[in-house]
């Protein structure tokens, strides 16, 4: 990528295309303004920031943007929710780039936009195409982009990861011989910088010059985390859909109906002539993937990234039984336990009562996914109340032959990785 000295704006720069861009961008040259909800990390990486939350009323409005865009010539809108709320996804898609636009007043731009989206009723794929048409009037070129692969992972690419890191068999949707062509972050952001530079009219699509199937991608990445290979296991596709659909009532993120059919179908992007005329055209799969050798992290990630939802299930089934224990274990089974205490048997009993209804809104919250580092403190909080207070009231409970409350330190130790693991960004 040449140099420039334009300055541009990003948004969704926290995403895992979007911090691809705003390091490319950078190192090519560009003074980059990047925007997201949260921009602590992106400031202490050294950027220029404006937080902004696309899916808030006041994003939708020009008012909002004009100031906080001074010198802004060029925007790269990398911004996108696969699944959110009508309201939500319009917002994110249409209401607040549109605005962005108008803000600006005529700056170059590009849409990262998506493959497939034209054959599908989705919301997503619906405020996509309405995004793409508010980009066009606007003179932003969308380049919608087949499979993105990078040297981070996140989402759709680290469960890719995932499963080709998993022992004895490699999974895949249906048949696994579903066509794809991904692309390297690296060289999308080397085609955004094109665009920006060279403007050209129309909705432009860019993928790899290499297909693989569904089953070869996994197989592909499984050889170079340095695995030995294993037979592949061929999942039905119902099997699949299900537990999707799981994923999607736990939002355990890429486990979700939306990501098992985009599986099912493929993800085959067709690239542009504009794309094909390139000084210099996205790398193969095989190509890019044996650049860089894969390291520790790279390994440890793949195969703990499923350990994630395992871990939460297994915390929330601890304190669901916790729960129903406190709520209806019979009062002459636990007070012996305390005896001597000085602790009345009626505050002991309704202690028991109200702590197992706390257990159980925990395991509720954990098994919706709702806020999980949040929980992950209210958790270590509990374990650490429950700890300290029976080491007051009944300090033999440690001497128990089967661990006592001797097993609330491994259970806080997991706690504590579950807290590391739900951080993505």
């Known amino acids: 990528m040449s140099g420039h000295s334009g300055k541009v704006l990003i948004l969704g720069a926290d995403g895992f295309i979007g911090r691809h861009l705003a390091f490319g961008l950078r190192a090519a040259g560009w003074h980059v303004v990047a925007s997201a909800r949260r921009c602590g990390r992106l400031a202490r990486m050294g950027f220029e920031t404006v937080e902004a939350d696309l899916a808030a009323p006041e994003a939708a409005t020009v008012d909002f943007w004009q100031g906080r865009l001074a010198g802004v010539s060029h925007v790269v809108n990398a911004a996108g929710v696969l699944s959110a709320s009508e309201g939500v996804s319009e917002a994110v898609h249409v209401r607040a780039p549109g605005a962005i636009y108008e803000a600006l007043g005529g700056a170059r731009g590009v849409l990262i936009s998506a493959v497939g989206i034209d054959d599908s009723e989705t919301g997503f794929a619906r405020h996509r195409r309405e995004g793409e048409a508010v980009a066009l009037a606007h003179g932003i070129v969308p380049l919608r982009a087949g499979l993105v692969l990078g040297e981070t992972s996140y989402g759709g690419s680290s469960l890719a990861r995932a499963l080709a890191a998993l022992p004895f ?18 060289d999308l952001t080397r085609a955004v910088a094109h665009f920006l ?12 010059p290499e297909v693989v199937t569904q089953a070869e991608m996994l197989q592909g990445l499984r050889g170079w985390l340095g695995l030995s290979a294993v037979p592949v296991l061929r999942l039905p596709v119902w099997l699949c859909r299900g537990m999707g659909r799981m994923g999607d009532a736990m939002r355990l993120g890429p486990i979700s109906l939306t990501a098992v059919r985009q599986l099912e179908a493929g993800v085959l992007a067709e690239p542009s002539a504009a794309v094909r005329r390139m000084p210099e055209g996205p790398r193969g799969f095989s190509e890019f993937l044996g650049a860089r050798p894969a390291g520790t992290q790279d390994l440890w990630h793949a195969r703990l990234y499923l350990m994630r939802p395992v871990l939460r299930v297994v915390l929330a089934v601890l304190w669901l039984a916790s729960g129903v224990i406190g709520l209806f274990l019979p009062a002459a089974e636990f007070l012996p336990l305390i005896a001597g205490s000085g602790v009345p048997d009626w505050l002991a009993i309704g202690f028991a009562r109200l702590g197992g209804v706390v257990d159980l809104a925990i395991a509720g919250a954990l098994l919706r996914g709702w806020r999980p580092r949040l929980m992950a403190g209210v958790q270590a909080a509990m374990v650490l109340g429950y700890t300290v207070a029976f080491s007051v009231l009944a300090p033999v409970l440690w001497l128990l032959p ?3 409350l001797l097993k609330n330190l491994p259970v806080l130790a997991l706690i504590a990785v579950v807290y590391v693991l739900e951080d993505e960004r």
């Not at 068999?169 to 690296?186: E, L, M």
């Not at 530079?197 to 790899?208: C, F, L, T, Y």
């Open 402 to 404: 089967l661990g006592g």
């Open 197 to 208: 530079a060279h403007p050209v009219e129309g909705v432009q699509e860019i993928g790899g």
């Open 169 to 186: 068999v490699t999974p895949v949707v249906g048949k696994g011989d579903q066509p794809f062509n991904p692309v390297h972050a690296a």
